[in-house]
């Protein structure tokens, strides 16, 4: 889209806010909104050039805070394994979903330890005084929407808790390292891997 190029091309003044808003219509006023959605897109270009739509009704932008439902759905899942003879659960997201998979170390009783990759912070910071299982972060140093740090004081206050946490950081890597740019980054994902089972088996031994 337009926007996208001159957000590409001028770059944004804020690294924690959109390059540009799109303000949108009512769908019951006008049902072509799905097809107006390819107008703010980012086409090829990263995901960070992409408008981001306001909404007229419920929460003005998604995903921003926990969506109603997230937390239940997990215990739900938990309470199907252990229904099933799975003794041991653990978490894994990635991107938002990395930060509701470290929100369960307070959100879900029994969890083991919880994983994430590239999450975001405000998905697990509102309970970080209530966090009780081991967390283990997975992040890139080149990450325009994760910032590393954002979790520094989280980790001091788990280590002050006793609760043992870790967070790598791959230099170089960008957002979603392990998923959409994986063949650029075979190194690092393999790291990864080998570090998810380090954490497991370190909790519950295969």
């Known amino acids: 889209s337009l926007g996208s190029w001159l957000a590409y091309g001028l770059g ?3 690294d ?7 303000f ?4 019951d006023i006008n049902p072509s909104q799905a097809l107006f959605t390819r ?7 990263p995901t960070r050039h992409s408008g981001v739509a306001l909404r007229a009704q419920g929460d003005p ?3 921003l805070e926990n969506p109603n439902g997230v937390d239940a759905d997990v215990r739900a899942s938990a309470a199907h394994l252990r229904a099933a003879g799975v003794n041991v659960v653990f978490t894994v997201g990635f991107c938002f979903g990395g930060g509701m998979s470290w929100r369960q170390s307070a959100m879900l009783d029994g969890v083991a330890g919880c994983i994430g990759f590239y999450g975001l912070a405000n998905g697990v910071l509102p309970v970080r005084d209530q966090l009780r299982a081991p967390l283990l972060m997975l992040l890139g140093g080149e990450d325009p929407i994760v910032n590393p740090a954002d979790f520094d004081v989280l980790l001091s206050d788990l280590a002050s808790n006793g609760i043992a946490s870790t967070r790598h950081v791959y230099p170089g890597a960008p957002h979603s390292f392990f998923d959409r740019t994986y063949a650029e980054h075979g190194d690092e994902c393999a790291d990864a891997w080998h570090r998810i089972l380090e954490f497991t088996d370190a909790i519950a031994p295969r």
């Open 61 to 63: 932008v998604l995903f």
């Open 39 to 45: 107008m703010w897109s980012s086409g090829f270009l």
């Open 24 to 27: 949108t219509p009512q769908p």
């Open 16 to 22: 924690d806010l959109p390059a540009f808003v799109v």
């Open 12 to 14: 944004s003044e804020s």
